[in-house]
């Protein structure tokens, strides 16, 4: 069993529409993803959505060609601006494609999981109240301005592969995993060498009814300069113990 809670924010001023980070969830399948949508590029947004939706829906496995599975997720987007007119300039951007980062992570019966990442959207892994794993970035200065993307038009960029990243371990009975886009992921980082309480504060403030804690939290580090004003998504998922037959 696990318990799955969800966040998306876009940066300071801007409705939740503009937000070009994506999240998706089938916890029955032990399936989640998050992507952040490359800002300049066009449609990012949706780009990043359906990297996540095609995650979750049918999660590229550890035997599987990673960048063979991926390349095939921007037909669908490309197709669809095919089917809509579009002014010049929005034309010209769209033949260029749409680029985001990703991470798939995938639970694996009870004891195992596994990630696959392009990019700076990370998974991190707490059991006990210490931080076990960090993927694909471990420290805070290690986030740089041009991670790895994924592109829709993946023909004309064919190093982009080279980006991917993919990792397994275990899991435990009470351990959290954390998917969060960039920006969120360095602040995360950050907290485990300072400000602890901070991170208690995002844990309650992610199983909380709303969303309204977790968004004075984020206005707050921003304010503080503590987290770049940038969109926000963020998974969290607890292994809870199984409860026993006949309960």
């Given at each position: 069993?696990?318990?799955?809670?969800?966040?998306?924010?876009?940066?300071?001023?801007?409705?939740?529409?503009?937000?070009?980070?994506?999240?998706?969830?089938?916890?029955?399948?032990?399936?989640?993803?998050?992507?952040?949508?490359?800002?300049?590029?066009?449609?990012?947004?949706?780009?990043?959505?359906?990297?996540?939706?095609?995650?979750?829906?049918?999660?590229?496995?550890?035997?599987?060609?990673?960048?063979?599975?991926?390349?095939?997720?921007?037909?669908?987007?490309?197709?669809?601006?095919?089917?809509?007119?579009?002014?010049?300039?929005?034309?010209?951007?769209?033949?260029?494609?749409?680029?985001?980062?990703?991470?798939?992570?995938?639970?694996?019966?009870?004891?195992?999981?596994?990630?696959?990442?392009?990019?700076?959207?990370?998974?991190?892994?707490?059991?006990?109240?210490?931080l076990r794993t960090a993927f694909?970035?471990?420290?805070?200065?290690?986030?740089?301005?041009?991670?790895?993307?994924?592109?829709?038009?993946?023909?004309?960029?064919?190093?982009?592969?080279?980006?991917?990243?993919?990792?397994t371990g275990s899991t435990a009975?009470?351990?959290?995993?954390?998917?969060?886009?960039?920006?969120?992921?360095?602040?995360?980082l950050g907290t485990w060498a300072?400000?602890?309480?901070?991170?208690?504060?995002?844990?309650?403030?992610?199983?909380?009814?709303?969303?309204?804690?977790?968004?004075?939290?984020?206005?707050?580090?921003?304010?503080?300069?503590?987290?770049?004003?940038?969109?926000?998504?963020?998974?969290?998922?607890?292994?809870?113990?199984?409860?026993?037959?006949?309960?």
């Open positions: 069993m696990v318990r799955v809670s969800a966040f998306r924010l876009s940066r300071a001023g801007e409705g939740r529409e503009c937000c070009a980070d994506a999240v998706s969830v089938r916890a029955s399948a032990g399936r989640f993803a998050i992507a952040d949508g490359a800002t300049e590029a066009y449609d990012s947004g949706r780009w990043a959505a359906l990297l996540t939706r095609a995650w979750t829906r049918t999660p590229v496995t550890a035997g599987e060609d990673v960048a063979d599975a991926l390349a095939r997720m921007g037909e669908a987007l490309h197709r669809s601006w095919l089917r809509r007119p579009l002014p010049w300039y929005a034309d010209e951007k769209a033949r260029q494609g749409s680029f985001a980062t990703l991470l798939g992570f995938q639970l694996c019966g009870r004891s195992g999981w596994y990630a696959v990442a392009v990019g700076d959207s990370c998974l991190f892994q707490e059991r006990a109240g210490e694909p970035i471990g420290e805070p200065d290690d986030f740089g301005h041009r991670p790895p993307l994924i592109p829709s038009l993946p023909g004309s960029h064919r190093g982009w592969a080279r980006g991917i990243r993919v990792t009975p009470g351990d959290v995993f954390w998917l969060m886009s960039d920006a969120i992921a360095c602040w995360y300072r400000r602890q309480a901070l991170r208690r504060e995002l844990h309650c403030a992610m199983l909380a009814p709303d969303d309204r804690s977790l968004g004075v939290l984020v206005a707050r580090e921003r304010r503080a300069g503590r987290l770049r004003d940038d969109d926000v998504a963020v998974l969290r998922v607890e292994v809870q113990v199984a409860e026993p037959p006949g309960r």
